[in-house]
């Protein structure tokens, strides 16, 4: 018998996403994902300042907009060929990482964690630990680990002035100029949040130790080595996500792909397009299952035979035209054989490719990257041992607070306060192209200048990548194809639907081409 | 009707105003033209500047630069926008304005300013090259004018002069 379900909202914190699947004997078959609303912030740029990405891109997300400033100010870096002091890219990746290690707790506390206890788990025997400490709100570590999820960005905001919505990456540098008391101030908030929350709470061991780890079978000793570490909320999460059987669904595309991030202080001074591989930290690629492929950023297509834009050949951002509406239906209305979402669908090398987390630490474990790139195998091999999951894309999200907790605190101490932050640039036209990674994947904006004022502005958020509809040959987005398959235990509550889109993260606000919802509203409605 | 104006609003001008409410405090929450509450939205967001003396003592400030005002160069819009962003501080720790970011002017109609045209991003606009477009609000331009031409150039006497050095003293 068939089966269709409609699921809406599966975002818990901005935005939603509207799923629809279809089972069979309680295993989905189809998947079709929808981004609900037209956003137009590419279009509101168009014929405007250069430099109003740095404004306006930021506001397309309230959790990553200093991501989307990353890759603004990167944009307009590579069109007008600025010089960049080392003092400006060590500030910007310290907001980069302190925007990402903040979603780090907010996300696993706030949207996933609540998933594991849910009643499908009740007859497990770690269910009723996991439901004391997770239990939306109520959980003993909820409002802790959320709490703690405001303490990076406040490093962010002693750089920034605030967090979100900050505008302080600019071309040529950043806006500002720190003093020794902002410097330390941030030692001491980032060791506050290590105290308070990651070692304390999350890891039961130090830093250090956490970071020893090489594989799999390190983890899982790691896991048994103590009573702390096997009773931090890590130690729990694993055994109980094991316990629960979260690896074991959830596959998706098995394709990833990454943009990297954290520009090198002494290898990105004269930036370029083509001088960014080389010179991220954390190193960017796309892994086609078996092979690593150097990232092009050529290789990026986006097909719109199934979003709600006039149709247009599958084209590169550079030579996409800004999109033009047409009439959309709601998720009743909707044929799903034509246009159904508003976001576009990104194809790499042909490609549907998962961003986020897992992608990120699989190209940290290339055994390809250079010295002062990240070079942490444990994502190899768990990907070896246990595939890509719900599970092992949790794990690669909370695995790298240690390492950007370390890595804040480097960049901090490198920073000279004698030295330049900024070098007033030439304004020019030209193409600029820049990129980083979010919390929730790789994201890019590609900027044409033409006559002083922005001819063409294009966004690929890692949402898009994600939870991206069919391709122009009806090939699956990753969301969809992670879900097809998934076994369905109670179809009254398809919890495992939510856990395998909430596994990517899909912050719909982030979609530059899709829904904002302004209601906090928390819970799903399951309708049937 | 209450407005909390802000892209974004700041987290403190939401919640108190709720607290406010729960406490039976609703009637002390008076509102200005655009129902924006006036306990924050009264005082501009220069009230509580760091680089307000470089303001008065027209002292310019600059991206990476320590000290100086960015009214004159790069487009604060700090003097014409009620907001509490510098006696507020956002994340508990800092401003825009604190940090050489220009106020953009989020908490005020017509955000983002001047439609984002060619020239109006992180500039001051200017007339005639050196006049900038926006003046400080309750200020006539040509009243602005005159005074600030003045005060700019005595700064620079001053500065030469030796008055006042302590003002603009900046350290790393
Ligand atoms: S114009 Fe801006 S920088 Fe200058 S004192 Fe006013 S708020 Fe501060
Ligand atoms: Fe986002």
Redesign the interface.
Known sequence: MVKELNISPVGRVEGDLDVKVYMENGVVTRAHTQAAMFRGFEKIMEGKDPQSGLIVTPRICGICGGSHLYCASSALDTAWKTTLPPNALLLRAIGQATETVQSIPRWFYAIFATDMANKKFANKPLYAEVVKRFSAYVGTSFQKGVTASGRPVEVYALFGGQWPHSSYMVPGGVMCAPTLKDITRAHAIMNFFRNEWLESIWLGCSVERYLQIQTWDDLLAWVEENESQRNSDLGLFIRASLEFGMDTFGQGVGKFLAYGTYLHKDLYNKPTIEGRNKALISSSGFFDGEKYHEFDHLQIMEHVKHTWFEDVPAAHPWNEPLPTPVPSQNLEQTNFDGKYSWSKAPRYMGHAAEAGPLSRVIMNANPANLEHQFRDPLFGDILKQKGPNVFTRALARMHEAPRLYEMINKWLSEIRLDDEFYIKPKEQDGKGFGATEAARGALAHWIEIENGVIKNYQVVAPTTLNVGPNDDEGKSGPIEAALMGTEIEDPHDPVEVGMVARSFDSCLVCTVHAHDEKTGKKITEFKL | MINIPG??AHPDWVTQILVAISTGRIGDVLIDDYHRPKTFFTEFVQTGCTNAVSFAQKIDG?????GGCLFYEVGCRGPMTHAS?NRI?????????????PC?G?TEPGF?HH????????KTMKYLGFLPRDVPAGNSKLGYYLRAGFEKTMGKVEKIVGVNRELYKH??
């Open positions: 892209c974004p600059h991206f990476g630069k320590r962003c501080l956002w994340n508990r720790q800092s401003s825009k304005t604190r940090v050489n970011h953009l989020c983002p439609d984002l045209v060619k020239g109006s991003v992180f350290s790393k």
